[in-house]
């Protein structure tokens, strides 16, 4: 089976300042997982994903996560938070690619002045 | 090249009454999988369909909920007999084959009143 915990419903960052948003997943399979920004109103764009290739992926807008096996962890980080990243973010894991996501609860970034 | 076409964005809809969700996937793409949020929440996979095919429907509520994706046309939602429970955002997924990139929708927004 398959599930994603995102730790923090909020979190809340000054422009400029380090964003980091955990995510940690259990799957029974070697797990393909994904990193999703939804801006209010909006459908979800995908900023990054593993698919077991090279353990750091970048993603677009200067995010990036790390697959850590031995946490069972793929943490989202980007050095400097901008005004524009605040939105909520989704962690998912699929098996095999396949498109059924298992989508943690989200982490609703918000990014100060 | 359009992206998955949701309509309506906003549907309100009366306890008892039927609500019908459209989804026009991207060009090409034969795929189309339907997810709801309700709020607060994550998305949850509901069904996964090919063309004139249900591939996966254990998402699925096992009354009032159907789905169907013609050969013509585009992926309808249907929920009979809507309850409160109902209101939540429904996205659309289209990809051109299982296991490549899936393009979410701006989903439509159910309110049950």
């Known amino acids: 089976a398959q599930s994603v915990t995102q730790l923090g419903s909020h979190v809340s960052v000054s422009e400029g300042a380090l964003v980091l948003l955990r995510c940690n997943y259990s799957s029974s399979v070697p797990p393909y997982l994904f990193w999703y920004v939804q801006y209010p109103n909006q459908g979800l764009q995908l900023l990054l994903k593993y698919t077991s290739a090279a353990t750091l992926v970048k993603g677009i807008n200067g995010f990036e996560a790390e697959f850590k096996k031995s946490e069972t962890s793929f943490h989202l980080t980007k050095p400097s938070a901008h005004m524009s990243d605040a939105a909520e973010y989704f962690c998912a894991v699929t098996r095999n690619n396949f498109n059924k996501f298992y989508f943690g609860s989200g982490t609703k970034l918000n990014v100060k002045p | 090249n359009a992206g998955v076409m949701q309509n309506p964005r906003h549907l309100v809809r009366r306890r008892g009454q039927e609500a019908r969700l459209r989804c026009s996937p991207m060009?090409?793409?034969?795929?189309v999988y339907w997810y709801r949020q309700l709020p607060e929440e994550g998305l949850k996979f509901m069904v996964y369909?090919?063309?004139?095919?249900?591939?996966?429907e254990s998402g699925m509520p096992k009354e009032r909920f159907s789905a169907e994706f013609p050969k013509e046309g585009p992926s309808i939602l249907r929920i009979q007999q809507v309850v409160r429970g109902d209101s939540a955002a429904y996205f659309c997924?289209?990809?051109?084959?299982?296991?490549?990139?899936?393009?979410f929708g701006q989903g439509t927004r159910l309110t049950v009143v």
């Open positions: 369909l090919q063309k004139e095919n249900i591939i996966d």
């Open positions: 997924a289209s990809s051109p084959e299982k296991d490549t990139e899936a393009f």
């Open positions: 060009k090409g793409h034969s795929h």
